[in-house]
Structures are given as structure tokens and as C-alpha cells.
């Protein structure tokens, strides 16, 4: 999915939903005239529905590529949006005019479900915009999903068993009321928080799916604002403020997959040059109390007497005429910090730069990736290869941890 956002598509986007809005304030009194708050329920249903496939889309495809790249941000996106998704569809059930649900749907029950859901989306957004991204060893799907459950059961519970007890937040005819308006102004102030943090971020790294997400808090801050200004449920400016929500959930889906491009662009691309780059790239997998090699690319495979067919399976020490003991001794190293771990060493009168890292396979297995470089070149006065060819590299060392 490729996209085409720019800094002045970003503006512009932006300028026009505050000019709707304003316009829409000028001329309100026209435009009622020929709204017919009838069918609202209806049209509300249908925004509502498209927020719902999109925050259930986020949510499966986060699940899913969670199991191959294990990222936490990932996780955390997925489960925002499950929660968020299940609480909307309260929210869309409880809706005045809809049939009955548990309990009859009414104001109230319909409006604290909205604000429930948007408390927790701008919580958790900000959360997936602040955060560092790091990766998790183990598998935490089914923990996030039951933790969504759990919280999404909850939340139901207590509104609807409580719904005559708790504060007003809607008076249907004359607006909204302070609490609700204190709550809506509370989620504005996260949400343009998030809107700064992911400006700044686009600014550092110029990368689109963070002007995306920018964007994005943009239509959902537009949108906390018109939710304080509405005299019911059923007018004008509750249909504008769902219609900026089903934008400002767009926006999030395509930047969650153009981010997804990338990723996978960039994993194309590396794949494509692995057999052109000059050193070697090379995967490995633990067997016992050995590394054992399970693909090999790169012109450096030239010079080791070995068909590409008989390397893999083999363990990398017998590849890289390294020490046997030092070279598994980094491999643990990097599994046990699960960090990069770059170390040198001498290999058939060559000089290598090593860098190794802990990753995951497609399977959520735990592997090594590495890559060799030749520096021989690059420091003619720091390596004699004729002084060290009959030497047995016990003195490869580590350079630094990545």
C-alpha cells in the first residue's frame, strides 16, 4: 500500500476539515433546514460500523505479523484498537433509536460508552507515539486479547448495570454538560499532545506514516472538539464530528500499513542485495550446544570450499574458521543480551568485521543474523595476513555491543 502524503497535502487536509467546520457553524441554521435528523440513527450506525471494521482490521493484521517481528508498539497497537473496536460496538448498540440492548438504549448509556473508548484510545495512542519500540521474546497475543476482553467486559458491566447512577453527561435538547465537556477537553489536550509528538517525529526522520498519523490526530481532535458543542444526539453537529471520526481512523490504518510497506519494501530490497554484497549475510539457529547455519549469501562464499547446498546445516564455526569455542561464546552473548554484538576476526587472509543479532523467524523461532564485512582494504596497517595464516583466530574480540 503505498502512499502519497506530503507536507502540503498535510496542510491542506487539515485547512479544509477546519474550514468544513467553521462553515458549517456560519451557515447552521441553513443547514438545518434541510437536515432531517430522522435517519440519523441509521447514518450513524454506518460511520460507526465503518470505525468498527477498520479498528477490527488494525487489530487482526497487528495479531497476525506480531507473530514474525514481535514488536511491542505492534502489540500495543493491536490491542488498543481491540479494545477500542469492542467498546465503539457498545456504543453503536446503546445508540437512542436502536433496538433494545440488554438494557433499553438511551443517552446516556450511548455517550459514557463514547467516552470510555475515546479515554482510552488517546491514552494509548499517545503510549504507541512516546514509547521506543523494542522486541519481546515471548508471545503475548493471547494475554493482550484476554487483558482486552477483561477490560471491554468490565466497562460494559458497570455502565449498563449502573447507567441511572452515573453522572449526566448529555441533556438531550440543551447539550452536553460540564463533566462531559471537562472529559472531551481532557482527550483534546492528549490528542494534540500526540499531534505535536508525531509533528516532531516527521520532522526528524521525514518518514510518511508519522505525517499519516499526525493527520489522524487531527480529524480526532476536530472531532473531541465538535462533541462539546452538540444540543443532541440526533444533530448536525454530532453527524460532522463521526464523519471526522471515520477520517481520523483512516488515517491511522494507512499509515499502520504504509509503515507495514516499508518494512517489508525494505526486507525485499535487503534480500535482493544479499547476493551482490561483497561480504556475506548469513542466518543461524541453535541445535544443541551449536549454531547451525540456515542460509548464506554473499561474494564471499567465493572463497570458502564449500557448495552453497553443503553449508547450510552446518554450524557457522565450521564455515568461519573462527575458534569454536569464541564463536558460539558470541552467539549466546547476543542471545543472552538480545542485543547486536560486532566483534573481528582473521578469515583465509582476510581481515572481517562481524556484527550479530537475535531475531525471529516467520515461525516465532529465536535466530541469529549476521553479517561479514572485509575491512582487509580499509586497514592495511592493522592486519598482515602473511603473519597470521597459520594462526587459528583465537583472538578474535569484541568491538562493541550494538
Not at 502524503?5 to 441554521?29: N, Q
Not at 489536550?189 to 490526530?217: C, G, P
Not at 567465493?302 to 552467539?331: F, T, W
Amino acid at each position: 500500500m503505498k502512499s502519497s502524503i506530503t507536507e502540503t497535502k498535510f496542510l491542506l487536509y487539515t485547512v479544509s476539515a477546519i474550514f468544513l467546520l467553521m462553515m458549517v457553524r456560519v451557515f447552521l441554521s441553513q443547514i438545518n433546514n434541510i437536515y432531517n435528523p430522522i435517519n440519523y440513527v441509521g447514518i450513524h450506525s454506518f460511520l460507526e460500523i465503518i470505525c468498527i471494521a477498520i479498528s477490527i482490521t488494525i487489530f487482526l493484521y497487528g495479531i497476525k505479523k506480531f507473530s514474525t517481528i514481535k514488536s511491542l508498539r505492534l502489540l500495543l497497537l493491536a490491542f488498543t484498537f481491540f479494545t477500542v473496536g469492542m467498546i465503539d460496538i457498545f456504543h453503536t448498540l446503546s445508540y437512542k433509536g436502536m433496538p433494545f440492548f440488554i438494557t433499553p438504549s438511551s443517552v446516556q448509556k450511548a455517550t459514557w460508552f463514547w467516552v470510555i473508548a475515546r479515554i482510552i484510545q488517546s491514552i494509548l495512542m499517545l503510549a504507541l507515539v512516546l514509547l521506543p519500540d523494542r522486541k519481546v521474546r515471548r508471545d503475548y497475543r493471547f494475554l493482550s486479547v484476554a487483558l482486552g476482553l477483561l477490560l471491554t467486559g468490565t466497562i460494559g458491566f458497570i455502565i449498563i448495570s449502573f447507567e441511572k447512577s452515573l453522572p449526566l453527561l448529555v441533556v438531550e435538547g440543551k447539550g452536553t454538560t460540564l463533566l462531559k465537556n471537562s472529559i472531551e477537553y481532557g482527550v483534546s489536550f492528549i490528542l494534540f499532545i500526540s499531534l505535536m509528538v508525531s509533528l516532531y517525529q516527521y520532522y526528524m526522520d521525514k518518514r510518511e506514516d508519522k505525517l499519516l498519523f499526525a493527520l489522524a490526530f487531527v480529524f480526532l481532535l476536530l472531532t473531541e472538539l465538535i462533541f462539546t458543542i452538540y444540543q443532541s444526539v440526533f444533530d448536525l453537529d454530532n453527524f460532522l464530528g463521526h464523519v471526522y471520526k471515520v477520517f481520523g481512523f483512516y488515517f491511522i490504518l494507512k499509515g499502520f500499513y504504509f509503515t507495514e510497506f516499508l518494512d517489508e519494501s525494505s526486507q525485499l530490497n535487503k534480500g535482493k542485495s544479499m547476493l551482490d554484497h561483497p561480504g556475506l549475510f548469513f542466518g543461524l539457529k541453535r541445535q544443541g550446544n551449536h549454531f547451525i547455519c540456515t542460509n548464506i549469501e554473499g561474494e564471499l562464499l567465493k572463497d570458502i570450499h564449500y557448495g552453497q547446498k553443503e553449508i547450510v546445516g552446518r554450524p557457522i564455526s565450521e564455515i568461519l574458521h573462527i575458534h569454536h569455542a569464541s564463536m558460539n561464546d558470541y552467539c549466546y552473548l547476543t542471545n543472552n543480551l538480545q542485543e547486536c554484538v560486532t566483534f573481528e576476526m582473521e578469515f583465509l587472509d582476510k581481515f572481517l568485521l562481524i556484527s550479530i543479532k537475535p531475531s525471529v523467524d516467520e515461525y516465532g523461532g529465536d535466530v541469529i543474523l549476521g553479517t561479514a564485512m572485509d575491512m582487509t582494504g580499509m586497514f592495511p596497517g592493522r592486519f598482515n595476513p602473511k603473519s597470521f595464516r597459520n594462526e587459528e583466530n583465537k583472538n578474535a574480540k569484541v568491538v562493541s555491543h550494538c
